[in-house]
Nanobody, 115 residues
Framework: QVQLVESGGGLVQPGGSLRLSCIAS????????MAWHRQAPGKQRDVVAS???????IYRDSVKGRFTISRDIPNRTVYLQMNDLQPEDTALYFC?????????WGQGTQVSVSS
C-alpha cells in the first residue's frame, strides 16, 4: 500500500506561484504513474498533471505552460510547480499514485487564489 503526504498549498494572489510536494512511502520507480488531481467546491475531481515511470508527462489544457510536474526519485517526492495562478485554479489538490492496478490518494492540500 502506497501512502502519500502532500504539502505546499496556501493562499496566493493572481499571477503568483506555489510548489506542491507529495512524499510517497515507496520508491517512485516502483510506482507506475504519479499524478496531481484537484477538486473545487461542488465540482468533480479532475486530473491536473501526470507523470509515468518513464517521465512521460500529460497536462490538462487549462494548465499547460503554467504548471510543471516532476519527480525527485531519491527523495520519493513528486512536485507540482504552479505559476501564473488564477482564481479558477482554486481547489483542493490531491496527490495520486497508481501501482500494480491499484490507486492511492493523499489527503489533499488547499490552494486558494484570490486578491
Amino acid at each position: 500500500q502506497v501512502q502519500l503526504v502532500e504539502s505546499g498549498g496556501g493562499l496566493v494572489q493572481p499571477g503568483g506561484s506555489l510548489r506542491l510536494s507529495c512524499i510517497a512511502s515507496e520508491r517512485l520507480d516502483n510506482i507506475d504513474v504519479m499524478a496531481w488531481h484537484r477538486q473545487a467546491p461542488g465540482k468533480q475531481r479532475d486530473v491536473v498533471a501526470s507523470i509515468t515511470n518513464g517521465d512521460y508527462t500529460i497536462y490538462r489544457d487549462s494548465v499547460k505552460g503554467r504548471f510543471t510536474i516532476s519527480r525527485d526519485i531519491p527523495n520519493r517526492t513528486v512536485y507540482l510547480q504552479m505559476n501564473d495562478l488564477q482564481p479558477e485554479d482554486t481547489a483542493l489538490y490531491f496527490c495520486y499514485a497508481f501501482q500494480k492496478g491499484r490507486g492511492y490518494w493523499g489527503q489533499g492540500t488547499q490552494v486558494s487564489v484570490s486578491s
